[in-house]
């Protein structure tokens, strides 16, 4: 049976990438979907997933008309929400974190996980002092930048690097007014980002909110060691590989980045957990049995 899914007009935009872009395009090459960019050119009838993004109060209205998933990326909490996700057959989120507050806020019957997959990568060798520091992300508030400067400014007695992967064109104020203590290099094609992340020590994600957080994944791929906020499904992406922190709280990120860059036992140890969570990551063959597990029990 076909699968429709509705997906943003944007998804393959270079300029902006971004790892709800990353799934859809995952998902509907798994599944061999057929794609939309509205519901409206969707047959009556048709099994539809909807990216939450899309989503809106006139959803209402087409889940009489089609079989509707809604996948939820990052929930809205907006009062369209709530009646939205109820009236569709089903909802799939892409951590438990979200699925949980999803389902105890809306009091939703059919909740699905999906969590991101990964792609098998290289280890990075990483360097004896530690010191090249990678942050990957639109350089928003939402990501905390300025939170990593604010930290990365309390380790001048220190040497480190550290670069800064990600659009600076969705916030460009914001992004000018950092400074240079990160070095922002823009949006990478794929092959430069594997560059960049076999070049770097350390991921550091200071993310003020994240629903999952698909760049420590693909760190950990790398066997690459993460510090980042423990906000959202950050935790479970995470597992034993890295260190979390209270987000917002430059303080605390600039004592675990100068423990990381001073304790070379601790170095050890964090690359050790990173290597081991490595072994236990799932690919995105996974995510795509789950999605499909989901339409399967709503057909």
């Given amino acids: 049976m076909i699968t429709h899914v509705v997906r943003p007009p944007e998804i393959d935009d270079p300029a902006r990438p971004s790892g709800g872009n990353v799934y859809d395009r995952r998902v509907i090459a798994g599944l061999g979907a057929t794609e939309h960019t509205c519901t409206a050119t969707v047959p009556d009838g048709a099994t539809t997933v909807v990216d939450g993004l899309l989503s809106g109060p006139d959803l209402l209205t087409e889940a009489r008309r089609l079989r509707l998933v809604v996948l939820v990326h990052t929930p809205r909490w907006e009062a369209w929400e709530g009646p939205v996700l109820r009236a569709a057959a089903a909802v799939i989120t892409t951590s438990r974190w979200t699925r949980d507050r999803l389902v105890a806020r809306y009091d ?75 070095r922002l290099t823009g949006p990478m094609t794929a092959a430069e980002l594997d560059a960049a992340y076999a070049e770097a020590d350390l991921l ?52 675990a980045l100068r423990r990381w860059l001073t304790d070379a036992r601790h170095r050890a140890a964090l690359r050790a957990a990173a290597r081991s969570r490595r072994g236990t990551l799932a690919g995105w063959e996974r995510t795509v049995a789950l999605v499909g597990d989901a339409l399967e029990a709503v057909r």
């Fill in 108 to 182: 939703l019957a059919r909740a699905f996980v999906a969590e991101p997959g990964v792609d098998p990568a290289p280890l990075a060798p990483g360097s004896a002092d530690g010191s090249a520091l990678l942050s990957v992300g639109a350089v928003t508030p939402a990501k905390g930048y300025d939170v990593l400067v604010a930290a990365l400014d309390r380790l001048d007695d220190l040497a480190w690097t550290c670069r800064g992967v990600g659009s600076t064109s969705v916030e460009p104020g914001f992004a000018t007014g950092l400074g240079g203590a990160v």
């Fill in 204 to 255: 550091v994600l200071a993310s003020r909110a994240e629903t999952y957080g698909m760049v420590v994944t693909e760190a950990l791929a790398r066997g690459l060691p993460v510090v980042a906020s423990d906000v959202g499904g950050v935790r479970e992406a995470l597992g034993h590989g890295g260190v979390l922190v209270p987000p917002g709280d430059a303080g605390a990120l600039a004592e």
